[in-house]
C-alpha cells in the first residue's frame, strides 16, 4: 500500500495556476492567487509544491502519451490492428506540428514548470515564513523540489525538441519567449540540479514520492551524459553509487505492492484508489482527480491489447536470462494466479482454465501489468512509473567510465547488472567497441519498456540505423515538431524557427 499520497493536495495552487488559456499557458500570468497572502504557512507552500507534480499524471506525459509514444519509436512495442490511429503515426513517423499528443506533452511540461517558477520565484517569501511555522531545512527542500521538477520537465522538452523557450519566472506579458539554444537548457538544469542536491533530502528520510537528492544527482548525471560530458556524468552518479541497490526479484520493480524500493530513485504516483474523475480531461493541466495511468489496459492482453513486444525485442534476449519471463507474458506462465496464458492458434473450444494471446502473438506485455493479482485491468491502474531506477544508473555509469576511465570499470557496472538477470559476467578483456556494444544490448533488455531506448538511439546517433527502414528520416525524425498551438499563440516564434523536416 502505498503510505502518502503527495499530487492530490494541490489545493487552491492548481486551480490558479491553471487559471489561464490553455493554448498560451506559459505566456498569462496565473490569476487569483497572491503571495502576499498566500505564502503563510507550511500547508500552502507543499500544496504550491504538490502542484508541481502534478503535471506527471497527464494524458500528455505519463497516463498516456508517453509510454506509447516512446516505446513505438524505439520499436519495443508494436502496434494490434485496433491502435488508434494518433498512436500508429509514432509506428510510421507520419506526425507533424499539428499532431495533438505532440501539443499536450508540450503544455504538460510547461505547465510544470510554470508552477514551478511559481514557487522558486517566491523563495523570498517563503523564507519569511517563521522558522516555528516552516523549519529552514523544509524550506531548502520546498526549493529543492520545485527546482528539481523544473529540470525534470525541462529535460523532458529539450530532449524532444531541441531549443524551446527557456523560461524562468512566471510571465506577466502575453508575447511569449523565443527558441533559447539547448545549451542554455541543458545549463539551467544543471544549475537546478546541482542547487537541489544540497538542499533536498536523503530516501531514507523523505517522504515516498518526492524527489530526494539522489535522485538530482541522478538526473544531473544523465543531463551530463546526453551532452556527452562524460567526466561530469559520473561524478555525478558517484555521489549515488552504492547508496542504492538492485531489487533481488527484478519484477518488484514493475508491482504496485513493491513502489518505492531500494532501486528506485525517483517514479511517478498513481493510486487507483484516489480518484481519476478528471483523467479524460487532463491532456495537460494536472487538475483534480487523476491518479491512473492507461498503461496496464492499452497493453493488456486481456484488455485492449493496443500494443504487443516487437519480435526483435523477443529475440534480442541471450538464452537464460530471466528478465525475459519476468518482462513478458509467453506460452505456459500462469495469469492471475489461475489460468494458463497460451500463444499460437486459438482452437475450438478454447480449454477450460487456458486463455490465449489474441491475434497469435508470441508474447505480451508483464511489466507494468496488475495481471500478477487481477484477470483484467478494469482500465485504471495504480501502478507507478519508474522515471530512474538504480539498474539505469549503473549502465550508465558504465557508459561513462567506458570512455573517461577503463573498460575493466565500466564492465563491472555491466556486471552488476548482468548478475541479477542471472547470466554470466562479461571478460574484463573487451575492447571500448565491445564494451559499448554491450551497454547498448543491456540497456534494451534491462530497460525494455521503460520509454529509454529512444532517447538511447538518438543520442547514440544510431537511430537510423535501428530506425531507417520503418520511415526514420536522419536529421528530422531526431526531433518532434515545435507544435503548431505554440506557434500560433507565441509572437515570438514563427514557422521559420520550426525543427528541420516540419
Avoid at 491553471?18 to 507543499?46: H, I, K, M, W
Avoid at 504538490?50 to 500528455?60: F, R, S
Avoid at 536470462?321 to 500463444?343: C, H, K, M, Q, V
Avoid at 487456458?354 to 485504471?380: G, S, T
Wanted: glycine fraction near 6%; include cysteine; charge should be negative.
Amino acid at each position: 500500500m502505498k503510505r502518502i499520497k503527495i499530487l492530490l493536495t494541490v489545493f487552491i495552487t492548481v486551480f490558479a495556476i491553471n487559471g489561464c488559456d490553455e493554448e498560451d499557458l506559459e505566456l498569462t500570468n496565473p490569476s487569483g492567487l497572491s503571495p502576499e497572502t498566500y505564502f503563510r504557512t507550511e500547508a500552502q507552500v507543499q500544496s504550491a509544491v504538490n502542484a508541481v507534480y502534478a503535471n506527471l499524471q497527464t494524458i500528455g506525459l505519463y497516463t498516456r502519451t508517453y509510454f506509447f509514444a516512446m516505446d513505438l519509436m524505439s520499436r519495443e512495442a508494436l502496434g494490434n490492428p485496433q491502435l488508434e490511429a494518433d498512436k500508429r503515426v509514432y509506428l510510421e513517423w507520419s506526425f507533424d506540428a499539428s499532431h495533438p499528443p505532440i501539443a499536450w506533452y508540450w503544455d504538460s511540461c510547461y505547465r510544470g514548470i510554470n508552477k514551478a517558477n511559481f514557487v522558486i520565484g517566491n523563495e523570498e517569501r517563503i523564507n519569511e515564513i517563521p522558522s516555528s511555522l516552516l523549519s529552514e531545512e523544509k524550506k531548502a527542500k520546498f526549493i529543492g523540489e520545485a527546482k528539481y521538477m523544473r529540470a525534470l520537465y525541462y529535460f523532458m522538452l529539450v530532449t524532444r525538441f531541441g531549443d524551446i523557450p527557456l523560461i524562468t519566472t512566471v510571465p506577466e506579458g502575453g508575447d511569449g519567449f523565443p527558441r533559447s539554444p539547448k545549451e542554455d537548457v541543458y545549463a539551467l538544469i544543471e544549475a537546478d540540479l546541482t542547487d537541489a542536491s544540497k538542499s533536498l533530502l536523503s530516501k531514507e528520510v523523505a517522504e515516498e514520492g518526492r524527489a530526494t537528492n539522489g535522485a538530482a544527482y541522478a538526473l544531473l548525471g544523465k543531463a551530463h551524459l546526453y551532452q556527452e560530458e562524460y567526466q561530469e556524468a559520473l561524478n555525478a552518479f558517484n555521489e549515488i553509487y552504492g547508496k542504492y541497490s538492485l531489487e533481488d526479484d527484478y519484477f518488484n520493480n514493475f508491482t504496485e505492492e513493491n513502489e518505492f524500493g531500494p532501486e528506485s530513485i525517483f517514479e511517478v504516483q498513481f493510486d487507483d484508489d484516489l480518484g481519476n474523475s478528471a483523467v479524460w480531461n487532463s491532456n495537460s493541466s494536472g487538475e483534480d482527480a487523476n491518479e491512473v495511468t492507461f498503461r496496464g489496459q492499452e497493453y493488456g492482453f486481456n484488455d485492449w491489447f493496443n500494443a504487443y513486444p516487437s519480435p526483435a525485442l523477443l529475440d534480442a534476449y541471450e538464452d537464460g536470462d530471466i528478465r525475459f519471463e519476468e518482462t513478458f507474458y509467453t506460452d505456459g506462465d500462469s495469469w492471475a494466479g489461475e489460468s494458463i496464458i497460451r500463444s499460437g492458434p486459438i482452437p475450438e473450444p478454447v480449454p477450460e482454465d487456458e486463455i490465449y494471446i489474441p491475434l497469435e502473438r508470441r508474447a505480451a506485455w508483464r511489466k507494468y501489468q496488475n495481471y500478477y493479482k487481477d484477470v483484467n485491468e478494469d482500465q485504471a491502474s495504480g501502478i507507478n512509473f519508474k522515471v530512474i531506477r538504480y539498474a539505469d544508473v549503473l549502465l550508465m555509469m558504465a557508459e561513462a567510465a567506458n570512455i573517461v576511465e577503463d573498460q575493466a570499470t565500466a564492465i563491472g557496472y555491466i556486471n552488476e547488472v548482468r548478475e541479477r538477470a542471472e547470466l554470466d559476467p562479461l571478460p574484463l578483456t573487451l575492447s571500448q567497441q565491445e564494451v559499448f556494444d554491450a551497454i547498448v544490448q543491456e540497456r534494451l533488455v534491462e530497460l525494455a519498456g521503460e520509454q529509454v531506448r529512444f532517447p538511447d538511439l538518438v543520442r547514440w546517433g544510431l537511430a537510423a540505423d535501428y530506425l531507417g527502414q520503418y520511415g526514420f528520416q536522419a536529421g528530422k525524425n531526431e526531433l518532434w515538431p515545435i507544435p503548431n498551438d505554440e506557434i500560433s499563440s507565441n509572437d515570438n516564434i514563427t514557422q521559420e524557427d520550426q525543427n528541420p523536416g516540419f
